[in-house]
């Protein structure tokens, strides 16, 4: 089986199948990681570029090892480095890159929108990693992954996400992919940090952390994000640490074998404690580690499933 489409835009436009099918080839995926030789011929001859106009770690050096893992050509563009410090538009920049034939663009951007925008432009596949406030589909993806593989399942369980809701990509692919695997999602920040309207995405809300954690199963804790912020939404970090940080004795709330996720960078001390984020509950690294899983499935279900069959 494979997707039928050419992109991966967004959690919000896939169906339960899909988001299915993707989780399921992913788990096929993860022994790969675990080879003396880490690769599988799958892409052999497919050109993967990584176009980041944001800043990335985990993201981009994931998606350039599940394509070399699947023995794509990765291609990583930076653009501090590239022609649109010199004033290219990125209608310009598709148009260059998609006269070198390649078969898959991966882009990062500020602005919510600009992967469909891309997607227009070129005849390849393209895969959102993270636009703006809008969504970051294949971390939700790997997120997913990861609860699946340690609660065994996703439906009818209770998810926390806390943090700056506001500006958060991540949330807003979790909330779209939990709830339609079947769980419930709360979402619980500051008042200038949740939405208006943000229960319309199939969630509930609230200002109060521990009324969220209550007899949660999977708490999602996410950092503020001041690079999306042009104005102060909280009176000091340690006022927001001591009502929206997580430690042992907030966590005491959710259920004794609630889990930990958190999609980085961590800001210890801030939004989750040192001793929760190296915890037994926290399953932080297995989500960078699946984050591979994730991309390499996505990777040969848009591009390497056709030729196969």
């Known amino acids: 089986m494979r997707l039928k489409r050419k992109d991966l835009l967004g959690i919000e436009e896939l169906s339960a199948e899909e988001i299915t099918l993707i989780l399921t080839t992913a788990e096929s995926f993860r022994e790969v990681s675990e080879r003396e030789i880490k690769k599988v011929p799958t892409l052999r001859g497919r050109t993967v570029i990584n176009l980041f106009y944001e800043p990335s770690t985990r993201t981009r050096t994931s998606f350039e090892i599940a394509a070399k893992r699947m023995s794509a050509d990765a291609v990583n563009i930076s653009v501090s480095a590239s022609s649109v410090v010199k004033g290219e538009t990125l209608k310009d920049t598709a148009r260059n890159l998609e006269a070198m034939r390649p078969d898959c663009i991966v882009i990062r951007h500020a602005s919510a929108g600009t992967p469909h925008m891309l997607a227009g432009y ?5 895969i959102n990693a993270g636009d703006g406030a809008h969504e970051h589909p294949s971390q939700a993806l790997l997120d997913m992954l990861t609860v699946k593989e340690k609660k065994g399942r996703i439906e009818g369980l209770k ?14 692919s979790n909330i779209y992919g939990f709830t339609r695997l079947g769980a419930s999602v709360t979402v619980a920040g500051p008042p200038t940090m949740l939405p208006p309207g943000i229960e319309a995405l199939g969630c509930k809300a609230t200002t109060n952390m521990e009324a969220a954690l209550k007899d949660t199963d999977v708490v999602m804790m996410l950092r503020i994000q001041l690079e999306r912020q042009k104005e102060s939404f909280f009176p000091t970090i340690r006022e927001y640490s001591r009502l929206y940080g997580l430690n042992e004795e907030k966590l005491r709330k959710a259920k004794p074998d609630a889990v930990i996720l958190h999609p980085g960078p961590i800001n210890r001390g801030v939004e989750i404690s040192s001793e929760v984020a190296d915890g037994p509950y926290s399953l932080i690294l297995d989500q960078v580690t699946n984050g591979v899983a994730v991309r390499m499935a ?3 279900l848009l591009l390497g499933a056709a030729r196969e069959e």
């Not at 070129?122 to 393209?126: E, L, P, R, T, Y």
């Not at 996400?161 to 958060?168: K, L, M, N, P, V």
């Open 122 to 126: 070129v005849g390849c596949s393209v």
């Open 159 to 172: 998810v926390a996400i806390i943090g700056d809701i506001t500006h958060s990509r991540v949330a807003r």
């Open 298 to 300: 996505v990777f040969y």
